[in-house]
């Protein structure tokens, strides 16, 4: 079931990040990909270091998923610039 709260929160995490961080590459639904992509990153990466993954419909689960799509629209920024 955790899978589905990822892209869930992909989703609008992917969103938030664009407002955050827009990108010109892709748009808005390449955001929202990569943002499903960053939950996911988030939530794996947050659980193995930290003990805190995308778990449920809370706080700490969404900041986790926005933080990893950040992290993943930063990281496609920079592949896409070089």
């Not at 589905?4 to 609008?12: E, N, P, Q, V």
């Not at 010109?24 to 996911?40: E, T």
């Not at 270091?49 to 809370?58: E, M």
């Amino acid at each position: 079931m955790p899978i589905i709260y990822w892209i869930i929160f992909g989703l609008i995490a992917g969103s938030i990040a664009n407002l955050i961080a827009p990108s010109s590459q892709g748009g808005i639904v390449g955001s929202i990909i990569l943002g499903i992509i960053g939950a996911v990153v988030g939530g794996y990466l947050g659980q193995r270091f930290f003990g805190v993954g995308v778990t449920g419909f809370n706080l700490m689960s969404f900041v986790v998923a926005v933080a990893g799509a950040l992290i993943v629209l930063f990281i496609s920024n920079l592949l896409m610039r070089s």
